[in-house]
């Protein structure tokens, strides 16, 4: 690890550091992205691992595969697997990273969405020593991040969630698979002990803005509510009320906001049930 | 029928195993030592005057050993209806992606890099890039100079309009005073691209004497020789195509698209010189599917029966002609329906504007008429309170009576192509569940004629080697054609190898599209074993010393039963080796002309069906009423197909064909914005995938034609053209709403759902 | 660009080649090492014909760079039948119709084959997923996947 961040400090702004590069050489050929020098972190030891135990870490080498397979995401955190496994087709998922993700910044990113509902944090290395950051505050613009060039991200991690948690994600596409979101969404729910009130809540929308972005109002608007059918009709208008989706190739900014209210209300639902199930 | 031992069967297609291994070699893998890499530099204005080109810098450049422009090559208007076509833009470009200039390199980066170093000087002109535009009076015209092309003298063309071709039977006038209600819709459909897996490519080496020899992954190969022979202007005979192997067609590779490029380059170069298509060539500046605007007013009376059609379909055929013409004459065929309308007056328009030039996909035109004829007819069953199924089953055509040219339609197995496909969707049940429902839709299509001939050898190990010019392009087809030359000759499949589409050794064919491959190819097989047989006996007779009235071909050997005696083909081809020459056989099919009504249409290039087939398509699918996506539950096809020669294959076409399709109904677009293309890749042109992809149920109808091949008709077309219009339907049964555009996305759904009246 | 040396073992053979940094696998192993079983298309990943094995893996050999290959295993179709037997699934693939054009083939019998050796009894609705990736034009999906279903054991749907 060392090596590649002398390696980043080095080239700066000329290299990129690529791990599965499923977003990093498209950009390259399709001449969306220069880069003279590419340090390849396939070898880089300590990067791929999975840590559970007080806190979640995910080394930034951890493929989505890795993510999706993970036997301890299966409960609370089951919207860890829901995002990953929808990312693209399995030679794509195969390779791609959590950290390439977190980097690329896409404002339609999948599993981004889904560790800013746990209020992850994530880590870059430079020459200077360590910064870490809020996710939910990494990225600035598409693709732009407070990374600095040459800054190696290491990992992202999240406290465990308390319980009568849980998590759920959706995503809208025009086909089934190998899609890039028109709009998704991830929901992370907490009730009080009795499991009648909300608590606690995130709402974090993708493809509808500039950057993930995070329905506050919304997420304001479940506190100390029982997750009804209205509320949770209520948080999906209001969620859709802060967005600024875009009408582009893909949708409308009107279908999309369309599709933010219906997805955060199911995301919400699902949310529920799981809480329910865990009884 | 009796029962057949080879052809009817599902036996595995005769080069599989090359596919599965990897061995197959495909256009795109060929290669040849010291090969140079072309590149083709395409304009970004949809419509300039091409001030100044100059290549001088890029041929420079390291690696480069060629840069051609306009100046560099004869100045030769090509095309099939029209000649209007040109390698590159001479004075005018006319579409965004149109080629301006193609360079040879050593490296394909080296050939980037010289498209980069050619200056080139655009002056851009207003684009007309709709059809109303296009057809506006004082219009800008795509082709100044249009009245001097050469074309087919049977078109109609004026201005913007390439063609304009019409049907017109009765009094249209008098059909709709007849009617109790008319109904008036308009439809209309984007591009869509073929998506064949393979991109288009060529490889393209002269020799010492002149001739050049082309490998390409064209569907023609004697068109593509033409062609090439027109512009390279030299004769025929010193062009010579090949086809190693095609991924996908689809009717995308068709007409000339790379070949030119690599054979002038290599010409220029002295080196064999191989040029590929791109994903964003393919979806700015290919052959895909003519946009199309439907206007369909029809009346009826009270009790559903169908009085009288107008019918206007207007293509966006682009910058060329090319296959708009014909295109648009089949559209007035589709537009009719299969139906008993006895007042007709459709119109199929070929309209020019500055995008690509649009050619042939996978039934062209069919998906487009169909969207609108089958979407109509459940508007009009819908507002009479009448049973969709019943509606078409009292207006369908049946044996013995007319198509709208006035041929004699034979062999109509469309009302069993109904009930069968209705019956296992569970029509009677409709609407199972709210936001359910069941759609259906039917058609026809042709079987296309042209030529094909075959020549036959039987081997001294008794083997038999098929030689026909017509290329695979996945369909089985030649395995089918395979199967009928091994019923005949009374041996296996796998007594048989095929050797294809080389214009120097191999007969002419008509080529692998329209559907008639195994149909044509098929029957220039039986004609060339009759031929063969009638050598076989001969020889045998003499060597059995029987009469060769007792003779009969059975396992790979000629016997006469009643003389106890035998002779096995590799002992007779031997025989005839060393004495005789070998044996050797040739067959040719030419499909019969279908008698029609001349005195019923104008400017038709398509005048009647061939061997119609006749299918019905339904489906069973749910809408989310929130979000508007579509979830199909079950897919059913019911597809005259004559008689089925290799069941596995056809239901093959038709999963495939049904798969496509769905693409169109349901995904698929090109999305233009002032002239360009938007969505010039794969991540946003929207193709199903596995998981989109419902299993399709095929039921395989057989009421054989009087000329294919045991009965045989065209399979590979049809399943494209009926899923846009039985999913519209299905959606309207069970939502209510009713999408007239394609594709019907979740979006258009739910912004429908919501803007209705509460 | 300077070419680095490479020691690039496909299908249990080793390469000994010189590359240039910026060249995908896919690259090197049908223009270098001239095996064109691995075909060539979108080269962004999209449409799975370039699918190759990497330490067994699925993966798009368009976008993996040849050096990022080094010390590991390549599968490419070539590689898949063992002495001249085909492979169980290439057999299910002949056997079931699922062969049309067979552009798309190399790759989905790949992917298929990488799927089945972590999951070898499937539903169809897991094989369908496991090809997402993969794109086919010709067949629809459904006799590939019927071969799957086939190779892996399981039942097939019932066939006319």
């Given at each position: 690890?060392?090596?590649?961040v002398?390696?980043g400090a080095?080239f700066g702004?000329?290299?990129?550091?690529l791990?599965?590069g499923?977003?990093l050489l498209?950009?390259?050929r399709?001449?969306?992205?220069?880069?003279?020098?590419?340090?390849s972190?396939?070898?880089?030891?300590?990067l791929?691992?999975?840590?559970?135990?007080?806190a979640?870490t995910?080394?930034?080498l951890v493929?989505?595969?890795?993510?999706?397979?993970?036997?301890?995401?299966?409960?609370?955190l089951r919207a860890?697997i829901e995002?990953?496994?929808?990312?693209?087709?399995?030679q794509?998922?195969?390779?791609?990273t959590?950290g390439g993700?977190?980097?690329?910044?896409s404002?339609?990113?999948?599993?981004?969405?889904v560790?800013?509902?746990?209020?992850?944090?994530?880590?870059?290395?430079?020459p200077?020593g360590?910064?870490?950051?809020?996710l939910?505050?990494?990225?600035?613009?598409?693709?732009?991040?407070?990374?600095?060039?040459?800054?190696?991200?290491t990992?992202?991690?999240?406290?465990?969630?308390?319980?009568?948690s849980a998590?759920?994600?959706?995503?809208?596409?025009r086909?089934?698979a190998?899609e890039?979101?028109?709009?998704?969404?991830?929901?992370?729910?907490?009730l009080?002990?009795g499991?009648e009130?909300?608590?606690?809540?995130?709402?974090?929308?993708g493809?509808?803005?500039p950057t993930?972005?995070?329905?506050r109002a919304?997420e304001l608007?479940?506190r100390?509510?029982p997750?009804?059918?209205?509320?949770?009709?209520?948080?999906g208008?209001a969620?859709?009320?802060?967005?600024s989706?875009i009408?582009d190739?893909?949708?409308?900014a009107?279908?999309?906001?369309?599709?933010?209210a219906?997805l955060?209300?199911r995301?919400?639902a699902r949310?529920?049930?799981?809480?329910?199930?865990?009884? | 029928?009796t029962?057949t031992?080879v052809?009817?069967?599902?036996?595995?297609?005769?080069d599989?195993?090359?596919?599965?291994?990897?061995?197959?070699v495909?256009?795109?893998?060929?290669?040849l030592?010291?090969?140079?890499?072309?590149?083709?530099?395409?304009?970004?204005?949809?419509?300039a005057r091409?001030v100044?080109?100059?290549a001088?810098?890029?041929v420079?450049?390291?690696?480069v050993?060629a840069?051609?422009?306009a100046?560099?090559?004869a100045d030769v208007?090509?095309g099939?209806?029209?000649?209007?076509?040109?390698?590159?833009?001479r004075d005018?470009?006319?579409f965004a992606?149109?080629?301006l200039a193609a360079?040879?390199a050593?490296?394909?980066?080296a050939?980037?890099?010289a498209l980069a170093?050619i200056?080139v000087v655009l002056e851009p002109l207003?684009?007309?890039?709709?059809?109303?535009?296009?057809?506006?009076?004082?219009?800008?015209?795509?082709?100044?100079?249009w009245?001097?092309?050469?074309?087919l003298?049977?078109?109609?063309?004026?201005?913007?309009?390439?063609n304009?071709?019409?049907i017109?039977?009765g009094?249209?006038?008098?059909g709709?005073?007849?009617?109790?209600?008319?109904f008036?819709?308009r439809?209309t459909?984007?591009?869509?691209?073929?998506?064949?897996?393979?991109?288009?490519?060529?490889?393209?080496?002269?020799?010492?004497?002149?001739?050049?020899?082309?490998?390409?992954?064209?569907?023609?190969?004697?068109?593509i020789?033409?062609?090439l022979?027109e512009?390279l202007?030299?004769?025929l005979?010193?062009?010579?195509v090949?086809?190693?192997?095609?991924?996908?067609?689809f009717g995308?590779?068709?007409?000339?698209?790379?070949?030119?490029?690599?054979a002038?380059?290599?010409?220029?170069t002295g080196r064999?010189?191989?040029?590929?298509?791109?994903?964003?060539e393919?979806?700015t500046?290919a052959?895909?599917?003519?946009?199309a605007?439907?206007?369909?007013?029809?009346?009826?009376t009270?009790?559903?029966?169908?009085?009288?059609r107008?019918g206007?379909?207007?293509?966006?055929t682009?910058?060329?002609a090319?296959?708009?013409?014909?295109?648009a004459?089949?559209?007035?065929?589709m537009?009719?329906?299969?139906y008993?309308?006895?007042?007709?007056l459709?119109?199929?328009y070929a309209?020019?504007t500055?995008k690509?030039?649009?050619?042939?996909?996978r039934?062209?035109?069919?998906?487009?008429?169909?969207f609108?004829?089958?979407?109509?007819?459940?508007i009009i069953?819908?507002a009479?309170?009448?049973?969709?199924?019943a509606?078409?089953?009292?207006?369908?055509?049946?044996?013995?009576?007319?198509?709208?040219t006035?041929?004699v339609?034979?062999?109509v197995?469309?009302d069993?192509?109904?009930?069968k496909a209705?019956?296992?969707i569970g029509?009677?049940?409709?609407?199972?569940?709210p936001?359910r429902g069941k759609g259906?839709?039917?058609?026809?299509?042709t079987?296309t004629?042209g030529?094909?001939?075959?020549y036959?050898?039987?081997?001294p190990?008794?083997?038999?080697?098929?030689?026909?010019?017509?290329?695979?392009?996945?369909?089985?087809a030649?395995?089918?054609?395979?199967?009928?030359?091994?019923?005949d000759?009374?041996?296996d499949?796998?007594?048989?190898?095929?050797?294809?589409?080389?214009?120097?050794s191999?007969?002419?064919?008509?080529?692998a599209?329209?559907?008639r491959?195994?149909?044509?190819?098929?029957?220039?097989?039986r004609?060339?074993?009759?031929?063969?047989?009638?050598q076989?006996?001969?020889l045998?007779?003499?060597h059995?010393g029987?009469?060769?009235?007792?003779?009969?071909?059975r396992?790979?050997a000629?016997?006469a039963?009643?003389?106890?005696?035998?002779?096995?083909l590799?002992?007779?081809?031997r025989?005839?080796?060393a004495?005789?020459?070998?044996?050797?056989?040739?067959?040719?099919?030419?499909?019969?002309?279908t008698?029609?009504?001349a005195?019923?249409?104008e400017?038709?290039?398509?005048?009647?069906f061939?061997?119609?087939?006749?299918?019905?398509?339904a489906v069973?699918?749910?809408v989310?009423a929130?979000?508007g996506?579509?979830?199909?539950?079950r897919?059913?096809?019911?597809?005259?197909?004559g008689?089925?020669?290799?069941?596995?294959?056809?239901?093959?076409q038709?999963?495939?064909g049904?798969?496509?399709?769905?693409?169109q109904?349901?995904?698929e677009?090109?999305?233009?914005?002032?002239g360009?293309v938007?969505?010039?890749?794969?991540?946003?042109?929207?193709?199903?995938?596995?998981?989109?992809?419902?299993?399709?149920?095929?039921?395989?109808v057989?009421?054989?034609?009087?000329?294919g091949?045991?009965?045989?008709?065209?399979?590979?077309?049809?399943?494209n053209i009926?899923?846009?219009a039985?999913?519209?339907?299905?959606?309207?049964?069970?939502?209510?709403?009713?999408?007239t555009s394609?594709?019907?996305t979740a979006?258009?759904?739910?912004?429908?759902?919501?803007e209705r009246?509460r | 660009?300077?070419r680095?040396?490479?020691?690039?073992r496909?299908?249990?053979?080793a390469?000994d080649?010189?590359?240039?940094?910026?060249?995908?696998?896919?690259?090197v192993l049908?223009?270098e090492?001239?095996i064109?079983g691995?075909?060539e298309?979108?080269?962004?990943?999209?449409c799975?014909?370039?699918t190759?094995?990497?330490?067994?893996?699925?993966?798009?050999?368009?976008i993996v760079?040849a050096?990022?290959?080094?010390?590991r295993e390549?599968t490419?179709i070539?590689g898949?039948?063992?002495?001249?037997?085909l492979?169980?699934?290439?057999q299910?693939?002949i056997?079931?119709?699922?062969?049309q054009?067979g552009y798309c083939i190399?790759?989905?019998?790949?992917a298929a084959?990488a799927?089945?050796?972590?999951?070898p009894?499937?539903?169809?609705a897991e094989?369908r997923e496991?090809?997402?990736?993969?794109l086919?034009r010709c067949t629809?999906?459904?006799?590939?996947?019927?071969?799957?279903?086939?190779?892996?054991g399981a039942?097939v749907?019932?066939?006319?």
């Amino acid at each position: 690890m060392r090596e590649a961040v002398e390696l980043g400090a080095r080239f700066g702004a000329d290299g990129r550091f690529l791990a599965g590069g499923t977003d990093l050489l498209i950009q390259m050929r399709r001449g969306q992205l220069r880069a003279r020098h590419l340090v390849s972190l396939h070898r880089v030891p300590g990067l791929g691992a999975v840590d559970i135990d007080d806190a979640v870490t995910l080394g930034a080498l951890v493929t989505h595969r890795r993510l999706e397979r993970e036997p301890g995401f299966r409960g609370a955190l089951r919207a860890l697997i829901e995002s990953a496994e929808v990312v693209g087709g399995h030679q794509i998922r195969n390779v791609a990273t959590v950290g390439g993700n977190i980097v690329n910044a896409s404002p339609a990113a999948d599993v981004v969405p889904v560790l800013i509902a746990l209020d992850a944090e994530v880590t870059c290395v430079g020459p200077g020593g360590e910064r870490t950051f809020p996710l939910e505050a990494f990225a600035s613009a598409p693709g732009v991040t407070a990374r600095r060039p040459g800054e190696l991200l290491t990992r992202a991690r999240f406290a465990r969630l308390p319980p009568n948690s849980a998590t759920a994600f959706l995503k809208a596409g025009r086909r089934r698979a190998m899609e890039i979101a028109l709009v998704c969404v991830a929901a992370r729910v907490t009730l009080d002990a009795g499991r009648e009130r909300c608590v606690d809540a995130r709402i974090v929308l993708g493809a509808v803005a500039p950057t993930t972005l995070r329905a506050r109002a919304a997420e304001l608007s479940l506190r100390g509510q029982p997750l009804t059918e209205r509320a949770r009709r209520e948080a999906g208008r209001a969620a859709a009320a802060e967005c600024s989706p875009i009408s582009d190739v893909r949708a409308s900014a009107r279908y999309r906001a369309l599709l933010v209210a219906t997805l955060v209300e199911r995301a919400l639902a699902r949310c529920a049930e799981r809480i329910g199930q865990t009884a | 029928m009796t029962a057949t031992r080879v052809v009817g069967r599902s036996l595995p297609r005769m080069d599989a195993p090359g596919k599965v291994t990897g061995s197959a070699v495909y256009a795109a893998d060929f290669a040849l030592p010291g090969m140079l890499y072309g590149k083709v530099l395409r304009s970004r204005e949809p419509h300039a005057r091409l001030v100044r080109i100059d290549a001088s810098r890029a041929v420079r450049l390291p690696g480069v050993r060629a840069a051609l422009t306009a100046a560099d090559v004869a100045d030769v208007r090509y095309g099939g209806s029209v000649k209007d076509e040109e390698v590159f833009a001479r004075d005018r470009v006319r579409f965004a992606g149109q080629p301006l200039a193609a360079v040879a390199a050593t490296s394909l980066e080296a050939a980037t890099a010289a498209l980069a170093a050619i200056d080139v000087v655009l002056e851009p002109l207003p684009p007309v890039l709709e059809v109303a535009a296009a057809l506006a009076p004082g219009a800008p015209l795509v082709h100044e100079g249009w009245a001097g092309y050469a074309a087919l003298p049977i078109l109609h063309r004026d201005g913007n309009v390439c063609n304009r071709a019409r049907i017109v039977v009765g009094d249209v006038e008098r059909g709709f005073e007849e009617a109790d209600r008319i109904f008036e819709q308009r439809f209309t459909t984007p591009s869509v691209h073929q998506g064949y897996t393979e991109p288009r490519a060529a490889v393209a080496q002269w020799d010492s004497a002149g001739q050049v020899t082309v490998w390409s992954n064209t569907q023609l190969p004697f068109e593509i020789q033409n062609t090439l022979a027109e512009i390279l202007q030299v004769p025929l005979s010193r062009v010579r195509v090949v086809v190693p192997g095609i991924g996908g067609g689809f009717g995308g590779k068709l007409r000339v698209g790379v070949e030119h490029f690599a054979a002038l380059l290599a010409r220029k170069t002295g080196r064999a010189v191989k040029v590929m298509t791109t994903s964003e060539e393919e979806l700015t500046a290919a052959y895909a599917r003519q946009p199309a605007i439907v206007e369909l007013k029809t009346g009826v009376t009270s009790d559903g029966r169908l009085t009288a059609r107008e019918g206007r379909l207007w293509f966006d055929t682009g910058a060329f002609a090319g296959s708009g013409p014909g295109v648009a004459s089949v559209a007035t065929l589709m537009l009719a329906g299969p139906y008993r309308i006895p007042n007709l007056l459709l119109e199929g328009y070929a309209v020019y504007t500055h995008k690509t030039n649009f050619g042939s996909f996978r039934a062209p035109s069919g998906p487009q008429a169909n969207f609108a004829v089958e979407s109509q007819m459940d508007i009009i069953a819908d507002a009479l309170g009448l049973d969709p199924l019943a509606l078409r089953l009292k207006n369908i055509v049946r044996e013995g009576e007319e198509g709208p040219t006035g041929q004699v339609l034979t062999a109509v197995g469309l009302d069993e192509c109904l009930r069968k496909a209705a019956d296992a969707i569970g029509w009677k049940e409709r609407r199972p569940a709210p936001g359910r429902g069941k759609g259906i839709a039917c058609g026809w299509w042709t079987t296309t004629g042209g030529s094909s001939g075959v020549y036959l050898k039987i081997n001294p190990d008794g083997s038999v080697a098929l030689n026909t010019g017509a290329a695979e392009i996945g369909t089985a087809a030649l395995t089918g054609a395979a199967q009928v030359l091994a019923e005949d000759l009374g041996v296996d499949l796998t007594d048989v190898n095929v050797v294809s589409a080389d214009t120097l050794s191999t007969p002419f064919d008509f080529g692998a599209q329209g559907s008639r491959t195994a149909f044509a190819v098929g029957n220039a097989c039986r004609a060339a074993v009759a031929d063969l047989k009638r050598q076989v006996f001969a020889l045998a007779a003499g060597h059995l010393g029987v009469d060769e009235s007792a003779l009969e071909l059975r396992g790979g050997a000629v016997v006469a039963p009643a003389a106890g005696r035998r002779a096995t083909l590799a002992e007779l081809a031997r025989l005839s080796q060393a004495s005789g020459g070998g044996l050797i056989a040739h067959g040719t099919f030419v499909a019969p002309p279908t008698a029609y009504d001349a005195k019923r249409v104008e400017g038709h290039v398509y005048p009647a069906f061939h061997s119609p087939s006749f299918h019905a398509h339904a489906v069973d699918l749910s809408v989310d009423a929130e979000t508007g996506e579509v979830t199909i539950h079950r897919y059913v096809v019911a597809q005259d197909v004559g008689f089925a020669m290799n069941p596995t294959y056809i239901q093959g076409q038709i999963e495939g064909g049904v798969a496509q399709g769905l693409g169109q109904a349901l995904s698929e677009e090109i999305v233009y914005d002032g002239g360009r293309v938007v969505n010039a890749n794969l991540t946003d042109y929207k193709m199903p995938t596995a998981v989109d992809v419902p299993r399709i149920e095929s039921i395989l109808v057989q009421h054989p034609s009087l000329v294919g091949p045991f009965g045989a008709k065209g399979v590979g077309e049809p399943p494209n053209i009926e899923p846009p219009a039985a999913v519209a339907n299905a959606v309207a049964s069970a939502t209510g709403v009713r999408i007239t555009s394609l594709p019907i996305t979740a979006e258009k759904i739910a912004l429908a759902l919501r803007e209705r009246p509460r | 660009m300077a070419r680095i040396p490479l020691s690039l073992r496909v299908n249990g053979e080793a390469h000994d080649l010189a590359v240039e940094p910026h060249r995908t696998l896919l690259d090197v192993l049908r223009a270098e090492l001239g095996i064109t079983g691995t075909k060539e298309n979108c080269l962004e990943a999209e449409c799975g014909v370039c699918t190759v094995l990497l330490d067994g893996m699925a993966v798009n050999a368009c976008i993996v760079l040849a050096l990022q290959c080094r010390e590991r295993e390549v599968t490419t179709i070539e590689g898949l039948a063992a002495g001249g037997a085909l492979h169980p699934v290439q057999q299910a693939f002949i056997d079931l119709g699922a062969v049309q054009c067979g552009y798309c083939i190399p790759g989905m019998i790949l992917a298929a084959r990488a799927y089945l050796d972590g999951n070898p009894t499937p539903s169809e609705a897991e094989i369908r997923e496991a090809l997402a990736g993969n794109l086919c034009r010709c067949t629809g999906y459904q006799k590939i996947v019927d071969a799957v279903l086939s190779a892996a054991g399981a039942e097939v749907p019932a066939r006319r």
